[in-house]
């Protein structure tokens, strides 16, 4: 009983998970703009941001999706002690978490019904960096435009054509993160 | 295995007593210790409520009883011990001193420990229980009936 999965949680849990609420919140409301997220460490790949939005939006309530390089029993250790969130294979997540490469194709997740818009998957997607440049971003909440270092253009267009269903994205790079939600335009920079 | 076995008996026994024990009685019991190890939280002190099931029908069907307050905690000790302490109430002094005990009788101080807490505990638990019984069965009534002299 030595091993680190049960450490790593947040050291405040209601002031924390507040505080990542927040910057969740603001990043989806905001995209383009990156925002800080610390107080939580997950065993390894996972960054700190992932595992600080892990804790604060996930629960025994929410399956969650993860894909192959995070699929380690570390990890599921970690996220039965501190979140009990059941693992589950893409067409039942309502949250996945993954590097781009290592997720399987996007089509797998659901979108919502049109009675049920929310019923989609929110992907957690972690990247090498993550940066205001790159991909042009316009719609809701950016005043402009705004642009991120989208890891690729086509299957965001495809995602906001969707609109009102589809999936929302947050991108997460050591402490740092990024939303994009289904309501934003992606274009080539 | 079976000393895995029996060590984990062991231990389901004190949990299950810290976990029902009176948060006073604990407190008093180790009010003398100064010696308490030090630790880091994995999980602090939180309130929430679990749902009690009991078999109340003759079949053994499970039913669920009712919901009753739980506080819970995990925590590590310096020494690498990992202790959990989950207890009845709202009471969060008392989920931490049963973790730390579940943590501490993992090592050396077990023997110490189950001498000056757990036994007595035990002993005024069960001492508790009968003393409760032995009231409600002063009050038990006994029905009969008398020679009706029908004939």
């Known amino acids: ?15 924390d998970a507040a505080h990542a609420f927040r910057a969740a919140l603001s990043a989806l409301a905001r995209p383009g703009r990156i925002e800080t997220l610390t107080g939580a460490q997950a065993p390894e790949p996972v960054s700190p941001a992932a595992a600080a939005l892990l804790l604060t939006l996930c629960d025994a309530e929410t399956p969650l ?49 049109a009675d049920y818009p929310d019923r989609s998957t929110t992907l957690i997607i972690e990247l090498d960096r993550l940066t205001a440049q790159g991909a042009r971003l316009t719609g809701p909440g950016i005043e402009t435009e705004a642009h991120l270092s989208l890891p690729d253009i086509a299957p965001f267009r495809a995602n906001r054509a969707l609109f009102p269903l589809g999936l929302d994205f947050y991108f997460t790079c050591g402490t740092s993160l990024a939303g994009l939600p289904r309501s934003t335009n992606v274009e080539d920079a | 295995m079976t000393a895995q076995n029996d060590q984990g008996e062991a231990r389901k026994r004190w949990m299950s007593l810290l976990a029902k024990s009176p948060p006073a009685r604990l407190a008093a019991l180790t009010r003398d210790m100064t010696d308490w190890p030090a630790f880091e939280w994995l999980r602090p002190p939180e309130v929430g409520g679990v749902m009690v099931r009991g078999r109340t029908g003759g079949t053994g069907a499970p039913f669920n009883l009712g919901e009753m307050t739980v506080t819970r905690c995990a925590l590590r000790l310096a020494t690498g011990e990992v202790g959990h302490g989950y207890v009845q109430g709202r009471d969060k002094a008392h989920a931490e001193r049963a973790a730390l005990i579940d943590a501490m009788m993992q090592t050396k101080r077990a023997d110490a420990l189950r001498r000056a807490v757990l036994d007595p505990l035990a002993t005024q638990m069960q001492a508790d229980k009968a003393s409760r019984a032995a009231k409600a069965a002063a009050t038990k009534v006994d029905f009969f009936t008398m020679v009706r002299g029908e004939d």
């Open chain 1, 65 to 113: 999706f993860l894909a192959p390089l995070h699929d380690t029993p570390a990890l599921r250790d970690w996220i039965a002690f501190h979140i009990g969130a059941p693992i589950t294979p893409p067409h039942a997540a309502q949250f996945a978490l993954g590097r781009w490469s290592d997720l399987p194709p996007l089509q797998g997740f659901p979108i919502g019904t």
């Open chain 1, 1 to 15: 009983m030595r091993d680190d999965t049960l450490s790593g949680g947040f050291a405040d849990p209601p002031v």
